[in-house]
């Protein structure tokens, strides 16, 4: 799903994720890095 809706992973893509801790740390976080996302361009807010 991660593939198909965000935009494709590279130095000039940051991902900003806002909701429940529970479902970024367990769902979003590890479906960006899987997709090739670094975890340094994902901003949690």
Known sequence: M???H???AGEN???LLC???TMIKNAC???L???GHAEKN???F
Do not use: K
């Open 13 to 15: 893509t940051v991902n």
């Open 19 to 21: 909701g429940p801790a």
């Open 42 to 44: 994902i901003l949690i």
């Open 6 to 8: 965000c935009y494709p």
């Open 33 to 35: 890095t899987a997709s």
């Open 29 to 31: 976080i590890p479906g």
């Open 2 to 4: 991660i593939d198909e």
